[in-house]
């Protein structure tokens, strides 16, 4: 029966339930025009992956958070801008792009210009939990810091089993923060 | 029969503890909302394919046809959902739900070893049958063009036939490779003519 049970974990754990994005212009809100802003290029030298869940319910981090006027798009990347932010997204895929350490997802939430706190995520009130690399981080979600590699996970308004990892594109050598 | 509720109560329990991965981790379910083709990230398609490929789900979502490809190449291409990879089919029912709240019609994934349809809560048994009898090419191209078939086929199958746009001819571009060739060339005759203009004048001034 043990034998059954250790079954049924493994099948389960690796059977991956599948998340509907959520409808509407809160799950998606639409990059910003970055406060601060430098001119260098786009791509950064360390990746970390950020998703966020607001009712159970995928909230997209949009292409060019961080990128600032005018954008330049292909299909759904950007691949030139104005200039750009310590953190910064190019494809809708929640891979945010930066160059050096010491840099926090509340850097990353200023350059989107949207709210992210401890009862706050977007236009979305109440607590917030915060996960990294699997394990649940505590505290200010803002001060987690942006680390080569990492998978973040930020959720407000109900529990969705985060993810333990992310397998980034491979590119170039890049040292680990 | 204590024992057999105990373990019942345990398996019960791990099922519980058991935390299976959720989406969103894949990064074809963020491109495919917007765009009507996912391709890999390694650039193993050439571009011209990729062109192809992107054209005839063009036409055929005009044609009416409406459906969305994506082209797993890798498994870097499913980012946190890597227990999908090699499973065309599973992963065209789970990115099916996951953008089904911007689009519920048919879906079709194709990976090195075969294709997967979903059509969001409709019976897709005859589609993944037929996609199922289409061998996939190797490699980037292979893979393309293989697509390009299971997109004519599903198309046709529905009464819509579609033929992939032809490849544009690439102008050659100028590349810095090229201006730095250009730059040498004209900093060479001008030498040369430097050179030539100096031996004529010597030559003048040299007494008969």
Known sequence: MLAAATLAVSLAATAPVPTPIGVGPRFAPPPRVPAACAHGPLRGRYRAHVELFALRRVALLPPGIGIGLPREIRGARVVAGGCRAPARTLDPTGVVEFDRAGLTVGDLFAAWRMPLGVRRLLSFRGAVSAWVDGRRRRGDPRSIPLRDGAEIVLEIGGYVPPHSFYVFPPRGRARRL | ?208
């Not at chain 2, 490699?139 to 390009?148: D, E, H, N």
């Open chain 2, 1 to 208: 029969m204590t024992r057999l509720a105990a373990a019942a109560l345990a398996l019960v329990a791990a099922l519980a503890l058991a935390a299976p991965a959720l989406a969103d981790g894949d990064p074809a379910s963020d491109f495919l909302l917007t765009q009507k083709v996912f391709l890999p990230f390694d650039d193993a398609i050439p571009k011209p394919l990729q062109g192809q490929l992107a054209g005839l789900v063009a036409a055929s979502n005009k044609a009416g046809y409406p459906i969305r490809v994506a082209v797993i190449g890798s498994s870097y291409d499913l980012g946190s959902i890597q227990s999908l990879w090699k499973r065309p089919r599973k992963y065209s029912q789970f990115l099916g739900v996951e953008i089904s709240f911007a689009y519920k019609g048919p879906l079709l994934v194709a990976m090195p070893n075969g294709f997967g349809f979903n059509h969001f809560r409709q019976d897709a048994k005859a589609e993944q049958a037929l996609v199922a009898r289409i061998p996939v090419g190797r490699g980037g191209a292979g893979m393309a063009r293989s697509t390009m078939t299971a997109v004519q086929r599903l198309a046709a199958a529905h009464g819509v036939h579609v033929v992939p746009p032809r490849a544009a001819v690439a102008a050659p571009s100028r590349t810095n490779s090229d201006r730095l060739h250009l730059v040498i060339g004209i900093v060479v005759l001008l030498v040369l003519a430097a050179t030539a203009r100096l031996l004529i004048h010597r030559r003048r001034r040299r007494p008969a």
